[in-house]
């Protein structure tokens, strides 16, 4: 079954020691009794078992932030796909852009992640954007073409794959496209995942970068945009929840 709507997840990225993330996740927990949507926290490896055994009674999903290429071997410092899963995780998000831009990843390393990942068992949550440089030359649609065509992996279905679409000069500078362009770019990637994937218009679309409880509505409420992937407000409970509330999840 697609993943119910609204999907909205929080990528906590390099914060929180335990204490932190426990009861960040504490507080999530007592909200999410009876979810209607889709809920979703990335905490950092270190605390992903503890806050997976902390949520093991939740429909909370737990997932991590980035794995390795490969399904095992000699990668001093890296955790592999199939390690999250050990940890309790049931998604991971790959292509981040702190990682394509900020650790020059490539489309076909996403790829060889989102593959792992898929042969581990979660959930892809793909993320794809054009840099600032590339929306000011009006590149947009052509580079988010190809990072899907690079990195999006064979076999994915609308249960085992999220694409988040998050313009790079979006995250964490309070700046967002308009409603319009959020519109535009995002039937344009529906058409290329149904033209592309068995259910690929059943595959929920994301919206990430600078999304918080006042603007977080008018984003959901756009065609084609099924969620958000949320990064500095994941880390406030309420925040995260507002928003989880503003696009219809209850
Ligand atoms: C992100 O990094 O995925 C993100 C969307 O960050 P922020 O919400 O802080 O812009």
């Known amino acids: 079954m697609p993943l119910a709507r609204p999907v909205v997840l929080g990528n906590w990225k390099m914060n929180g020691l335990r204490a932190d993330g426990l009861a960040l996740a504490g507080r999530l927990e007592a909200r999410a009794a009876h979810l209607s949507g889709t809920v979703g926290i990335f905490p950092p490896a270190t605390l992903l078992a503890a806050v997976a055994q902390r949520l093991s009674r939740s429909r909370i999903l737990v997932g991590g932030q980035d794995c390795h290429t490969a399904e095992s071997g000699a990668f001093t410092g ?100 308009s409603l319009e362009e959020i519109e535009e770019t995002h039937a344009g990637l529906r058409r290329h995942l149904a033209g592309r994937l068995a259910g690929g218009d059943e595959v929920a679309l994301l919206y990430g970068g600078s999304v918080k409880p006042d603007n977080a509505a008018d984003i959901m409420a756009i065609k084609d945009v099924d969620g958000a992937l949320v990064g500095g407000a994941s880390l406030d409970a309420d925040s995260f929840w507002s928003i989880y509330a503003a696009g219809g999840g209850t």
Not at 82 to 90: F, I, K, N, P, S
Not at 96 to 111: A, F, N, Y
Not at 124 to 151: D, F, H, K
């Open 78 to 177: 890296s955790v592999s796909a199939a390690m999250l899963a050990d940890a309790g995780a049931r998604a991971v998000i790959v292509g981040h852009s702190e990682r394509r831009q900020g650790l020059g990843e490539t489309d076909e390393q996403v790829h060889a992640k989102a593959t792992q990942a898929l042969l581990a068992g979660l959930t892809v949550v793909l993320c794809i954007g054009e840099t600032e440089a590339e929306y000011l030359a009006g590149e947009r649609n052509e580079v988010l073409a190809r990072q899907l065509a690079g990195s999006l992996p064979d076999g994915a279905t609308p249960e085992t794959l999220v694409v988040a679409y998050e313009p790079v000069w979006a995250i964490g500078t309070g700046r967002t496209p």
